[in-house]
């Protein structure tokens, strides 16, 4: 069974640059032990086209990047993600699924960060995509949140290499490069629903508050607020206007501050710059809603706009389907 040992997460050890060569045998041997292994630059995420990326040999040989990531789609991969802001939320989450998961718990792989959080890998066989508990309250501008990735959905997970300056991911026994996916735990299909219950159930139980919805916004509504002439400040503090920001949206992956709608946040990559067929959008990932022209308001009639939303609450997640 894995053993905890929050104190030692807490220190960070300083990363001594790797050459590039070391990247692909890591790549490899993520591959060859049965993982959809795609690069990445690190906590910035993977390069253009990562969804369609070949991992053959050939294609390794050409990849750059500081970090390993893999592809769930199409996979019995299954990730419980502790996406938590303090040692001792995770440790008292921890607990709780090693009693009630205790045969999972001891195999599937515990992915750090550096940091706080922690990413449980195994195995799952479902039909469900991506969930998560409540929101609760933490001492940073971040939330503490659990979340459950699966087979059905399009994104990737980091599970080695370069995080950001100072931080890798790395891991509390087994290393995804020793352990096979084919050797990995399933967790209990049926089970999921109770999973996510057990962790809102921890979080209440230290008396963390649940965070209501920013402005009375639901998860997935957008929300039309953003005029040209808005400034919008980068993360790396540059600021633009909002017409100008719409042009180079696309091109490269962009985050951002929310203080255009919520002044007290000093989170500098909480909004992601996203461009559609409807033109700038910014994602709000603290509260999931996506901030839009306020041109492109497609009806201003308040009783609509009650009856949208209200249809938006009895009818959570559509948007993943």
């Known amino acids: 069974m894995n053993v905890y040992h929050p104190a030692a997460l807490k220190q960070a050890v300083p990363l001594q640059p790797k050459p590039v060569h070391h990247y692909r045998r890591v790549w490899q041997q993520i591959r060859d032990n049965g993982f959809d292994v795609i690069p990445l630059r690190g906590r910035d995420g993977p390069f253009q086209g990562w969804p369609y990326t070949c991992n053959d040999d050939?294609?390794?040989?050409?990849?750059?990047?500081?970090?390993?990531?893999?592809?769930?789609?199409?996979?019995?991969?299954?990730?419980?993600?502790?996406?938590?802001?303090?040692?001792?939320?995770?440790?008292?989450?921890?607990?709780?699924?090693?009693?009630?998961w205790p045969e999972f718990m001891a195999d599937c792989l515990w992915r750090t960060s550096g940091g706080t959080t922690l990413a449980l890998i195994g195995r799952c066989n479902t039909a469900r995509k991506r969930h998560w508990t409540a929101r609760f309250k933490s001492d940073s501008d971040k939330p503490h949140?659990?979340?459950?990735?699966?087979?059905?959905?399009?994104?990737?997970?980091?599970?080695?290499?370069?995080?950001?300056?100072?931080?890798?991911?790395?891991?509390?026994?087994?290393?995804?490069?020793?352990?096979?996916?084919?050797?990995?735990?399933?967790?209990?299909?049926?089970?999921?629903?109770?999973?996510?219950?057990?962790?809102?159930?921890?979080?209440?139980?230290?008396?963390?508050?649940?965070?209501?919805?920013?402005?009375?916004?639901?998860?997935?509504?957008?929300?039309?607020?953003?005029?040209?002439?808005?400034?919008?400040?980068?993360?790396?503090?540059?600021?633009?206007?909002?017409?100008?920001?719409?042009?180079?949206a696309g091109a490269a992956k962009m985050k951002g501050r929310a203080d255009l709608w919520d002044k007290e946040s000093r989170t500098p990559d909480r909004v992601l710059v996203n461009k559609g067929g409807a033109g700038l959008a910014l994602w709000d990932t603290k509260y999931g809603v996506s901030h839009r022209w306020k041109s492109l308001s497609p009806d201003d009639d308040p009783e609509f706009q009650k009856q949208l939303k209200q249809l938006m609450v009895e009818h959570k997640h559509t948007w993943e389907d």
């Open 58 to 100: 050939e294609s390794i040989s050409m990849w750059r990047g500081k970090a390993a990531g893999i592809r769930m789609f199409g996979h019995d991969v299954f990730v419980i993600d502790l996406d938590v802001r303090s040692a001792a939320v995770r440790d008292a989450l921890t607990i709780r699924l090693e009693a009630r």
């Open 145 to 248: 949140l659990v979340e459950y990735f699966t087979g059905r959905d399009k994104r990737y997970v980091a599970v080695h290499g370069y995080h950001s300056e100072g931080r890798e991911y790395g891991y509390i026994g087994a290393s995804i490069l020793d352990v096979q996916l084919s050797d990995l735990p399933f967790f209990p299909e049926a089970d999921i629903p109770l999973m996510i219950t057990a962790c809102e159930e921890v979080m209440l139980g230290l008396g963390l508050e649940q965070i209501a919805m920013s402005k009375n916004h639901v998860h997935g509504e957008r929300v039309y607020d953003l005029t040209p002439d808005m400034v919008f400040t980068l993360s790396t503090g540059e600021r633009v206007k909002l017409s100008e920001l719409e042009k180079r």
